[in-house]
Every structure is written in C-alpha cells, then in structure tokens.
C-alpha cells in the first residue's frame, strides 16, 4: 500500500511541475541572429511571428496586441508566466513583474534578438522558469524606426548588417516622449505600464561615445532621486549584485561611461535620468529601472550574448529579492503620501565621489589628415587598469512644497488627457465656487534656439508664487496629490521642474501678451493713473533711475501698462492652482 502511495505522490509531483505545451506544428524557434552566427537581426514581421509561435506553442507564452503606433501597426506585450495567467490583477497578488522594453532605438537591435533567446530558452527548458517572477517584455517599442531598415546611420556601431532607424515612424526619438506624449508609441507605451505596474524595468540600448574594454555598461536610475529605501536598494543592492552576478559568468560591467570627444580615464559624472527618458518615467512609480548599454565597437554577437546574460542576471535578482522589493514599493507609495518637501531639480554633490578601477585604452589627440585639427584616437594596444571618480550622488537644488491637491481649468484638456492616460484620480467640480489658492506667475525662463523633439523646450524656469482668490468653474478638475501618481503630477505640474508640462511648451499660450496698448491713447490714461497714485510715482522715478528704462519711453508706458487694471490677468500667470496643505 505504501508503495502505490509514493507512486501516486511522484505522478502528482511530475504533472504540477511538467508545463502544458500544445499540441501544435513544430516551429523552427532558430532566430536569424543564430542562423546568421551572429551578424544579423531580424526583421519586425520576423519578429512577431516568432514570438506568435512561441505562444502558440507554448501555454505559458502569451502575445498581446496594445493600442497602435504612430506607423499604424500595434505594440504588442508578450508574457512568459508558468501558471499561465495573464490577468495582471492576478498576477501582481503573487509574483513579481519584470518588464523588458527593445528597439525604442531600432538600430540598437541586441536586446530585440537578447529577448527572442531568453523566451525561446526558457520554453524550451534550457533555462529554469522563473518560479516568483513573471517576464513581460515589449519585442518592438519604435516599429516604425524598425520598418526603416538600413546598414548605414548608425556610423558608429559593428554590426548587425542591417537594422532600424533612430527615428519612429513620425521621426520623433521616443526616449524623450515618456512625458510629452506626443507619439501613439508612447500613449500605448503608458497603457502597457499601467497595465503591468512592473516592479522592475530594463531598457536596453547600446552605447554611444568613448572606447573601452567593456562590452556591457549599466545604467541605473539615479539614486539619490529615486530616493528612499528603494534608491538605497539599488543602490548597495541591486547594482553591485548584478555586477557580481555578471562578473561569475566572466562578463565585466561598468557604469555607463557618460563622456563624448574626451577619454574618460579622469572620471565621468553618471547620467541624471530625467522623467523624459524610459527609466526616468518608470521611476515616478517606484519601479526599478535600468538601461543596459552594450558597447558600440565590440561584435554584435558579443553584445547580444552579453546582453542575454545581464537580463538572465536580473531575474535571478528579482527571484531572490521579489519580496524585498515588493515591501520597498509598497512602503515608498505610503510615505510619499506624507512628504512635505519634494526635490525638483539636482545636480552633481562634489563631496561624494565612488572610485573603482576602470578598464580602457590609452587615448591621445593626434593632427587630423582631413582637418589638420586634433582628433581623439584610442590605442587598442594600449589597453590599461586605472582608478577613476566616479561622480553618482546628486543632491537637490530646487525643493518645493508639496500641495494637497492641484486645480486645473477644464479648458487645458490637453493636460487632463495625460493625467487620463496615467491613471490619474480626479474630481470634477459641480459647480462654480471661490476659493483662495497658491497661484503660480512665470517670473524668467529660457528656450532652446532649436528644435528638440517637436518642441522649443524651456528651461531655467522660475516663478513668483501668492495667495489669490479666483472663480472655479463647474467642469474644472482637482487633482489630488495624494495617490499613486504622487511624483507624475509634481514633475508635470511644478513648472520649474526640467520635464513639467510648461517646460515642454503646453501652457506656450500664456506667455503671449494678447491685449495690448496704442501709446498716444495710452499716454494720457497713464498719467491720470500717476497723479491718482502717488505710490506709483514713487515707484516710477525710482525705476527711472534705471538709464536704459529712462531712455526707453516706450518700455516707461509698457512698464505702467502692467501697474494698471487695463493690464490682462492671464499673462504669464499660470493656469493651474495649488491648494495647500
């Protein structure tokens, strides 16, 4: 008796541990990187209908078509989960979600052929499935870019022999359209990682800039911004257990060398990932995020299989920590809830510098033969260890308080769209009402001279902050501040913070004057307003002291123009209130 027992425990044993394969047609799962022995990458249709089989056959594997993109086709998410439930309300009950995210570059292809290799190893059991971790990855972000296939604008990268083109089908480079949202891509993009809510996230990429010895580089969102126990996770955590992770395998990795014309043997200062780029997005939800950044000259079999080993690294982090992290998350969605201070803008703290020892080549500046200038040249045969200052912590130089909610006027419904898309919680007001609020005036900014992006980007942006109190129109929305998107709304809301929607040209339309003055009628209006207010004539001749004023008789009647009630309300007054705590 007690042997047919153990006999029935094995059978019961084996079948909760044998995954369901379905009863389909062989497919040939060899991808054209193999086939090609690592000199070429597949084509976008290639692609899907690779990871189309896969779910075919596999059903663990499923595939998934979200929203279109600006080239008409759909993004797709494909899902590697053993229990074969891809209801993501299910999923994050229990397991963990590691988000991969290909070809935002297209010409960068690794991680596109990486992730073919690490789905097809995975199902077909040559790598051991995941038992807390559910992989999702987006084959192709910028199919459009992909589409344009060619062998020549990337000048500065080995291979493959063909690939896609930087651009996305409308010509925009998506890792600046996290914010703005200005693409199909990236409003589809937002949907996935609502959807998913991942709590890690990589983007790979292949680097750009100096030479060296690596073939992997990392970069992780930035620490100090990240903050909390998160950013001191990935900080002493995560980072140096990916690195010795990698290091076993005999793959040496260094922090994403961020210098261009220069050699970087003197040190680097690491890469401030602003809300524009993917793992700056990523971050405003407490995700984890990093890009990995193969090495532009070394083979491109060699990228790949680097890049395979690295995300192979990370899920065996994500295994071992799922839970750690999970708490982590949990806890930082509550405590911002509670901050009072919320840093804007950073830059580089001198006091505190990370050394390591670096590998690269010796560098020189020889005499150009086609300019007759100095040019860089890296001595390959020159190769050297040095210790270099790393420069990775930044403190904050613009704090602001953080409101208890913010009021929008439903006329900015380019601005509510976004929120939408973001899973923003709102209410809409029901009737008209008075309230005093914190109102925002643009006191300076500066602009780019060119084009970036689509946009005439601001910068430097200050502002002048009183209490007032104004009319609020049924329709209006307030915004909460307390909730999950906590950070999304700060850093698109607060005008002076690098990737506010003012920065990007949204609110472009109060920063022109729209009611003006004809100066020989305006002359007589103002000197009535100056022998009524003699506060004012105090301040004139003192602003007169000023020559280049005193000489400019037309800014002496703009300048009293703007003293007056004549002058209109909305100039360079920003449009969205604050209520405060």
Known sequence: MQKITSIICFLVIVSCNTVEKKDTENYDFTTIFEKSKGTETSTYPEIIKFYQNLAETYSFINIKEIETTDSGNPLHIVTLNPDAIFDFEKIRQTKRVLLINNGIHPGESDGIDATMLLFRDIAIGKIKLPAATVIATIPVYNIGGALNRNSGTRTNQNGPKSYGFRGNARNYDLNRDFIKNDTKNAQAFSKIFHLLQPDVFIDNHVSNGADYQYTLTHLFTQHNKLGGELGNYLHTKMHPQLETLLNTKKWDITPYVNVWGTTPDKGWTQFMDSPRYSTGYTTLWNTLGMMVETHMLKPYKQRVEGTYELMKSMIDIVEKDGEKIRQMRKKAFIEQSKQEVYSINWKVDTAQVTKFN????????????????????????????????????????????????????????????????????????????????????????????????????????????????????????????????????????????????????????????????????????????????????????????????????????DWLHKQSSNYEDAHMKYPIYRIAR
């Open 358 to 557: 670096f590998k690269g080549y010796e560098g020189e500046f020889i005499d150009s033969k086609i300019t007759g200038a100095k040019r860089l040249k890296y001595n390959r045969s020159k190769p050297f260890i040095k210790e270099v200052k790393y420069q990775n912590y930044f403190k904050p130089t613009t704090q602001i308080t953080v409101p208890k909610a913010y009021i929008i006027p439903k006329g900015w419904w380019n601005v509510t769209n976004l929120l939408q898309l973001n899973n923003i919680e709102f209410n809409v007001l029901e009737n008209d009402s008075v309230a005093v609020v914190e109102v925002y005036h643009i006191h300076d900014y500066k602009t780019r001279t060119s084009p970036y992006e689509g946009h005439y980007l601001h910068y430097q942006t200050s502002i002048r902050k009183n209490s007032e109190k104004v009319t609020l129109k049924k329709g209006d929305i307030i915004v909460h501040t307390n909730q999950k998107g906590f950070r999304y709304l700060i850093e698109t809301l607060e005008p002076e913070a690098p990737d506010s929607f003012f920065n990007w040209n949204f609110f472009d339309t109060i920063l022109q004057q729209k009611e003006g003055f004809s100066p020989y009628v305006w002359e007589d209006k103002a000197a009535k307003l100056l022998d009524s207010n003699r506060e004012l004539q105090d301040q004139f001749l003192l602003k007169k002291k000023d020559t280049t004023f005193a000489n400019n008789w037309y800014a002496q009647l």
